[in-house]
């Protein structure tokens, strides 16, 4: 395996995908250049046996997918997240502040930890709605340079800061962005001309911030990666590029990617949503297959729910399990819990294990602490939609909803060639809780 071709791979995936948005954008680029065929959800499908193809929803979420044959038994899938927690600029979003600064409103997107967001270059990215002659488009804009900042109260204001701070995000968390001078709506003219559009044709827009500080190794031996948005996706473009590697044989092979896990699933391209089993069953009707052979094919499918996972803090290593305690560079996490939060049970956790053995890679255990909540991820929700063995894993990190995590060098490799035999493989559904593994 080669960890540093991969890590230079998924830093520039990292650094070029700021959100959703771009995440998605620059995925499509990669299925492109792979050979996968574009799908609109708008337009009718005409599939082919031996083809790669791709679909989006709301630009910021993808399916892409590869039949190999036109009787395949199933679907081999990974599904992860490319939304991350994050502050999304408001409306009307200027506000002066003692006649000489102009700050930003912006309000929370998800649950972020928020003092690593003060005091650093911060910018922002997003979509803007622009009028046409023929209606509405969506144009992305991001405004590439070290543009604003948080700046903490200085601690001879807050003697007691250093014993908790409570953040409140209307007060705490507006980035200062620039003096105040003679220009009026200086942020929209920023982003009219970002998108090269005046700012009367700027209908309406999706911003947000982000963490300008780009991806890099660390530690003695470089073992350690660091990035923003390596929740979730490091998850996702490992996904991609097994999807990509895979030689599927008789099972088609699904890579998606949701947008909104950070708040909860619920929308249109999120797991909640009908994204995934839309596009299945238009799979299976353009491979003229019944209703029934439909729900033949689902009960020998595979979902690999992909979605980091806490690593043991070296600082606080107390609040890990005692004995399922994962760590940076030791293989994919394998999620369990009891009331289902996460999917895995004994089938579905037996076979990972057995995916994880053929790849060659390591796996370990997470189980929360008896006594902690611990968080939840979208394998669970996307089963209200398309209901099927799953298994939740993700890759061990620290940090988890920091504008700048930390994760293992070696993990990224770990989950394409899990993803490889995944996607290149079959599990056949042969009664009485007894599988066939094709791997
Ligand atoms: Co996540």
């Not at 200085?154 to 953040?167: C, T």
């Not at 088609?252 to 391209?269: L, M």
Request: aromatic share 8%; proline share 3%; net charge negative.
């Amino acid at each position: 395996m080669n960890f540093n071709h991969v890590n230079e791979e998924l830093f520039s995936f990292l650094d070029h995908s700021p959100n959703a948005f771009y995440a998605v954008r620059n995925m499509c680029g990669i299925l492109e250049q792979a050979g996968m065929t574009r799908l609109y959800e708008g337009a009718p499908w005409k599939l082919e046996a031996g083809k790669g193809y791709y679909v989006t929803r709301n630009d910021s979420a993808v399916i892409a997918f590869r039949i190999p044959r036109a009787d395949y038994t199933g679907f081999q899938m990974m599904a992860s997240h490319c939304d991350s927690p994050v502050f999304k600029i408001k409306a009307n979003a200027e506000i002066t502040a003692d006649k000489q600064y102009v700050k930003l409103n912006v309000e929370k997107y998800g649950g972020m930890l928020c003092a690593p967001w003060l005091d650093r270059p911060l910018s922002v990215a997003g979509r803007v709605i622009v009028r046409t002659q023929e209606g509405i488009e969506t144009r992305l804009v991001n405004v590439d340079r070290d543009l604003m900042i948080i700046p903490n109260l200085a601690i001879h204001m807050n003697r007691q800061v250093n014993d908790g701070y409570k953040f409140n995000a209307q007060v705490d968390m507006l980035p200062l962005f620039c003096e105040k001078g003679e220009e009026t709506d200086a942020f929209r003219r920023l982003i009219a001309s970002e998108a090269g559009v005046s700012v009367e044709d700027i209908i309406d827009a999706d911003l947000f911030l982000y963490n300008r500080m780009p991806a890099v190794t660390l530690g003695l031996n470089n073992e350690f990666v660091a990035s923003g948005r390596l929740d979730d996706l490091q998850c996702a473009f490992a996904s991609l590029k097994g999807f990509i590697a895979a030689t599927p044989k008789d099972s088609v092979a699904v890579h998606c990617v949701f947008d909104n896990e950070e708040v909860g699933s619920g929308t249109k391209q999120g797991a909640a949503g009908t994204f995934l089993s839309d596009t299945l069953h238009r799979i299976n009707r353009a491979m003229r297959r019944t209703e029934d052979e439909y729900l033949m094919s689902i009960a020998s499918s595979f979902l690999v729910s992909a979605d980091n996972a806490h690593a043991v803090h070296p600082n606080h290593t107390d609040k890990t399990d005692p004995t399922n305690r994962p760590y940076l560079n030791k293989g994919i996490v394998i999620k369990y819990s009891a009331n289902q939060k996460y999917t895995t049970d004994a089938v579905s956790g037996a076979i990972m294990r057995e995916i994880c053995r053929k790849a060659g890679v390591p796996f370990q255990t997470f189980v929360n602490r008896s006594d902690m909540l611990g968080g939840s991820t979208l394998g669970n929700i996307s089963q209200s939609q398309v209901a099927l063995n799953t298994v939740d894993i993700g890759l061990a990190q620290l940090a988890m909803h920091s504008p700048y995590e930390t994760a293992g060098a070696k993990d990224t490799a770990y989950l394409i060639e899990a993803a490889k035999v995944l996607f290149s493989s079959s599990i056949e559904e042969a009664g009485n809780g007894n599988y066939k593994l094709k791997l």
